[in-house]
């Protein structure tokens, strides 16, 4: 029998971060093998993944037969909001047995993400084996994960310690942990949670990793020692297109005044600001972050949203900036305002963008690392804070700013690290080097 009579499940976390990936790795997957790709999910999820898909060229390589299915879900049963999406474990086990009836046999194999633990168990009753994708990179998830496993701060008195699975040379810091985390003692909700997953999620057949060997060449060795699985690496999984940087090309697609507005500037003279697509900053820093980008007079592109605590699809308002801000940038070119969103592997890509002020989502940090660009880190949940430990501290690439949106920033020092980074000499040429050596090695995979 042919590998296309072969099928293979999909169950991403219902987040942007983690659907894309799995859409990219099913493409790859399918154009390897030939494979029959399911991905489940639910309703809102699969819609949007239905969007993203009608969006692609009809001509494009990244275009491709994929099966969706919608996995039965009403966030009222679960005492949730409206439209708010969780994991449901029964409507995976009957799609599972629904293939099996239909096909004469189960899929190959599941894959889920590293938060779905207990779909190990629900594969092997429906007759198949669980493999765990992880959208993150190595390090990051590896931090993640055995800082939740072992909470390692409830056995020390200092605010610095060792993590388990680390080098003894890696130290972490308590502010490097979400006040969720500072608090959890293993009895709480979070880690109740959390570590029956990681638990389960190490028993999976295998493990596969968005990252590559010449990306992460030590970190990777740590997860492999440390959950005893085989982990693969499959790459960045960016649209190759994009892993063809040239200085003299522009972005295929892109809205119009954005593009305009690069092609106005030099090379490598414009700092991109994103913090994602789920998060945001506060009111203070927003307000301290406008005061030194404009102090600093690089050319900046900031995709702006709403503060902390207001809604994040909602209308940002100028009068969250110092007053004239956006029109002062507006008259001189210095800088522009985006809100909501943009189009982001078209502006990194571009020539006129020469650094990135992230949140360190790893999706962005593999975008902004494809291209050879040094980063700015303002980490603010989930692993963020430790893919910006990685790219600083392993990668030399990065300088972290702050971290979370309780910090205290000030715009004098918002100023000097923007100016570090984009100087052409010194530290900022220091980074800017490494940056693109690990951009050439990406692009040449």
Not at 246 to 274: A, F, M, R, T
Not at 391 to 414: C, F, K, P, Y
Request: charged share 20%; hydrophobic share 35%; with cysteine.
């Amino acid at each position: 029998m042919g590998s296309e009579n072969e099928h293979t499940v999909m169950l991403p976390l219902m987040a942007h971060g983690h659907l894309i990936p799995f859409l990219a790795l099913a493409k790859q997957i399918h154009r390897s093998t030939g494979f029959k790709i399911t991905i489940a999910n639910t309703p809102l999820n699969i819609q949007y993944l239905q969007n993203t898909i009608s969006c692609a060229n009809p001509n494009s390589p990244e275009k491709f037969n994929v099966n969706l299915v919608e996995l039965p879900f009403c966030s009222l049963d679960h005492d949730l909001p409206p439209n708010t999406e969780n994991r449901e474990l029964t409507p995976l086990y009957n799609l599972l047995m629904d293939i099996k009836e239909k096909e004469g046999k189960p899929p190959i194999c599941i894959i889920t993400g590293t938060f779905f633990g207990w779909a190990v168990d629900v594969a092997k009753s429906a007759g198949t084996t669980n493999v765990t994708f992880i959208t993150g990179g190595a390090y990051g998830t590896l931090a993640y994960t055995s800082m939740w496993f072992n909470l390692p701060h409830r056995k020390t008195n200092s605010d610095e310690f060792t993590l388990p699975g680390f080098p003894e040379r890696c130290h972490f810091h308590i502010t490097q942990l979400h006040k969720y985390w500072r608090m959890a003692d293993g009895s709480d909700d979070w880690s109740k949670f959390m570590q029956p997953n990681i638990t389960q999620s190490f028993q999976s057949y295998e493990m596969l990793c968005k990252t590559a060997e010449d990306i992460e060449p030590g970190a990777l060795q740590w997860p492999r020692n440390y959950t005893k699985l085989p982990v693969w690496t499959i790459g960045p999984l960016l649209p190759q297109s994009y892993l063809k940087k040239s200085s003299s090309s522009s972005p295929s697609v892109n809205p119009e005044k954005i593009i305009e507005w690069l092609d106005l500037h030099h090379p490598g003279s414009v700092l991109y600001i994103s913090f994602g697509s789920q998060n945001t900053i506060s009111s203070s820093q927003t307000m301290e972050l406008a005061i030194g980008l404009e102090a600093s007079a690089k050319s900046f592109l900031w995709v702006i949203r709403p503060p902390v605590g207001f809604d994040l699809r909602g209308e940002f308002r100028s009068e969250r900036l110092p007053e004239g801000f956006e029109e002062r940038i507006e008259e001189t070119k210095q800088g522009l305002l985006v809100r909501n969103w943009a189009p982001q592997l078209e502006i990194l890509s571009h020539k006129s963008t020469g650094a990135f002020l992230s949140y360190c989502g790893w999706n962005s940090a593999l975008e902004s690392l494809s291209q050879g660009l040094p980063m700015i880190g303002w980490p603010i949940a989930a692993e963020q804070t430790y893919n910006s430990k990685m790219l600083v501290e392993e990668m030399g690439m990065a300088v972290e700013l702050t971290r979370g949106v309780q910090s205290t920033i000030v715009g004098h020092d918002v100023k000097n690290v923007i100016e570090m980074v984009m100087d052409e000499a010194g530290k900022g040429q220091e980074m800017k080097a490494k940056a693109e050596k690990i951009g050439r090695q990406i692009r040449h995979q």
